[in-house]
Structures are given as structure tokens and as C-alpha cells.
């Protein structure tokens, strides 16, 4: 009997322990590398980085609470920005993922797309203005 139980107690400081572990990577820190478009050509160039940790997990909660659509689209015209989440340590490598902006010509309404994993969404008027006060600063 006195074995189960510390058999029991190892195991769950094991399992604290590894929890412990995932969760920090989890937790790592990340900030969101934006770049804004130049003129009407698909150039880009550095605009903003977001690094408080508040704003990053609400861009973050909206990207992953909208309703993506797997489909391939074509846009009139690129990208009016371009974001990416970085590591703050240089030693996590991990795929970034681009996400690719458009506003609406209302100014009322963001489209994203990511090409790469063939994806897209129109985010509804309230998370648009989240999403573009965020990332830009601008109402």
C-alpha cells in the first residue's frame, strides 16, 4: 500500500512537471511583425511591431474565434498589409504563418487570406475594428 502511494504522488509530480513544461512554450513570448504596403505595388515595407502581450493574444483570439473558409482567392489588388507572430527567442523555430490584410473600400470591414494554406475570412464590422486598431493604431 505504501508503495501505490508513492507511486501515485511520483507520477503526479511528473505530470506537474511536463504540464509545466508544454505550458511554456505555449506562454512564450511572441510580438506581430506588420508591414504596410507602398504605393500600389505588392511592396511592403516595416510599419509596426506589437509586442505587449494583451494585444498579441487578442489578435490571436480573433484569428483563431473567426469562421475560415478553405478556399483559393484572387484579389483585385494586394495586400493593404501583411502580418506575421515572431518568437522573442531566436531559438524557438517555428513556421510563420503570413496573413494578408485587406481593408474594405468603406473602411468597415478586413478580409485576411492565408495563401499558403489556401484559407480566407471577412471578419464582421466590431473584430474588423479591433483587428485594424491593433495592428495599425488607426480607428
Known sequence: MKKFTYLTVFIGIISLF??????GMKNEEQYIEVKKRVGDENKYE???????????????????????????VSMVRPPDYRF?????????EAKAVLYELWISPNKDQVELVIDAQSKY?????????????ILTGKN
Open 18 to 23: 511536463t504540464t509545466g513544461c508544454f505550458d
Open 46 to 72: 516595416a510599419f509596426k511591431k506589437i509586442t505587449t502581450k494583451i494585444q498579441v493574444q487578442k489578435v490571436k483570439d480573433i484569428l483563431e474565434d473567426s469562421d475560415w473558409e478553405n478556399a483559393k
Open 84 to 92: 506575421v507572430f515572431q518568437f522573442t527567442n531566436p531559438e524557438i
Open 121 to 133: 475570412v471577412q471578419l464582421d464590422k466590431k473584430k474588423s475594428a479591433e483587428l485594424i486598431e
